[in-house]
T-cell receptor
């Protein structure tokens, strides 16, 4: 199993550009989440999904869109990039199967907006 | 609103010493997680604590959970340089099956 994969690993955008961060998992997990990590602030939840076709907002959703058309994929779209979106983005997945809900993380995408 | 507080946020210690990282949370939860993050890397699960009084140990790390006090501890015994990392605790919210994260404790262990 590849686990949770994310692409790209690094990205530089200009203010106002849009892009999609890709996330995929091959563990058949029903829950998927997007976080951003900024220095000294831990992880902040952007959007999450509890299954295909179902998404909801987290703590910091503004400027981001998500969709979940399949169990495996959960892309994050930046609509019009701003310097405040410079961050490291992590995708995670988990399952209710064992009742543990342990989250497994992708390698991250380091985004710089100039 | 569930809040998770870790302390200390930064810890520099000598090899061979013992220390404890504390994780307090503000509302009821019966699942708590500890993760490790090395610089520039992703997060790796260390422990999952599922009930009051749960204790888990792996090598020089031991985690415990007191759900009544809303407190978890991560104890480091006889620290070694390889344990230098940032450690995060996270608490499960059964309202949306998501985790709320502490700010992390950056641990530096000097040889």
């Amino acid at each position: 199993n590849a686990g949770v994969t994310q692409t790209p690993k690094f990205q530089v955008l200009k203010t106002g550009q849009s892009m999609t961060l890709q996330c995929a998992q091959d563990m058949n997990h029903e829950y998927m989440s997007w976080y951003r990590q900024d220095p000294g602030m831990g992880l902040r939840l952007i959007h999450y999904s509890v299954g295909a076709g179902i998404t909801d907002q987290g703590e910091v959703p503004n400027g981001y869109n998500v969709s979940r058309s399949t169990t495996e994929d959960f892309p994050l779209r930046l609509l019009s990039a701003a310097p405040s979106q410079t961050s490291v983005y992590f995708c995670a997945s988990s399952s209710s199967g064992t009742g543990i809900y342990e989250q497994y993380f992708g390698p991250g995408t380091r985004l710089t907006v100039t | 609103e569930l809040k998770v507080e870790q302390n200390p946020l930064f810890l520099s210690m000598q090899e061979g010493k013992n220390y404890t990282i504390y994780c307090n949370y503000s509302t009821t939860s019966d699942r708590l997680y500890w993760y490790r993050q090395d610089p520039g890397k992703s997060l790796e699960s260390l422990f999952v604590l599922l009930s009051n009084g749960a204790v888990k140990q792996e090598g020089r790390l031991m985690a415990s959970l007191d759900t009544k006090a809303r407190l978890s501890t991560l104890h480091i015994t006889a620290a070694v340089h390889d344990l230098s990392a940032t450690y995060f605790c996270a608490v499960f919210m059964d309202s949306n099956y998501q985790l709320i994260w502490g700010a992390g404790t950056k641990l530096i262990i000097k040889p």
